[in-house]
């Protein structure tokens, strides 16, 4: 059975990040952001690199190549949480969250890390600058989850952008985006999900619910959408997330919750309303219950007090 906590919330490192970082002038360039509903955040990208969205969201991200007269309309792409996406160099991008608040983080790849992916990987530079030269939308793992994480360690806690296991995540994370994007071109992908993957039918309702995370939905809704009987439906979740849909549901409510407390920027009884609660105390309750400490702990994060000095 797949747990979503082991899955893609890596305890340990992505879940203690409160303080954004931006450092676009550095070596190698990197971003931390929170991005609410109602924003949107641009930046230049001017090497490739990868973007990440952690703990949970959906977001529409635009790109726009510079140089380029035109925009394709396969330059702009839907991404959840279960998704990361490869982002060419030389390029400007646009990030417009599609729920109540975004985590995001994006990292650079060096020249270096081209050239030791021919050395270490036995890569051919031709094909790791053909899958890095276009926005590419790719499936989330454990390891790809892990390998960003501890990236964003080596990077935020640490302090050490140049050590040795910055660059073996960089390094990998090139490695895992040739081998996934070999095995779509050659349509090796199944509807069977491999080890640490969600399966594909799952992968559509979890994309539907984090699209209408903050509306009313019922079991017999999402049964609809899934074009599934309830037992079926319940099934699914229990073998993958084991969890229920109900459950998931407000399991992910509470986790944008804790995001917006943890900006600093909301209230305890605004974010209570936010994710669907009338009442505060019962706010509080099923926020303690799900992590084990009040929601006033959490809006006032000591690192809230010192943001990160680029």
Known sequence: MLNKETSF???????????????LNSVPPFLLKFVSLTESFSWKQQHPGAMFLLEAGQCRIKIRQLGSRTVAAENQAIVSHQQ????PGDSLFE?????LLLKFA???????????????????QA???S??????VLPNTVWISELCHRAIFERITAGMPASFASMFCRRELIKEA???????????ASESPRKHELSPPLQRILLHIEKHLHTSMSLEILCKKAAMSESSL???FRNELGVTPMKHIWTRRLQDARLLLRTGRFRVSDVASYVGYAEVSSFSQAFSREFGEPPSVKANPRTNNAKHKT
């Open 234 to 236: 319940l099934r699914m």
């Open 127 to 129: 094909d790791v600058r």
């Open 178 to 188: 040739v081998y996934k994007y070999r095995e779509m071109q050659t349509n090796e």
């Open 95 to 99: 990030l417009k969250p599609e729920t």
């Open 9 to 23: 919330l890596v305890p340990g490192f992505g879940c203690s990040y409160y303080q954004e970082c931006d450092e």
């Open 84 to 87: 990361w996406v490869l982002l």
């Open 131 to 136: 899958v890095l030269k276009t926005l590419r």
């Open 106 to 124: 994006v990292l650079d790849f060096t020249a270096d890390d081209l050239v030791h992916c021919q050395k270490d990987y036995h890569l051919r």
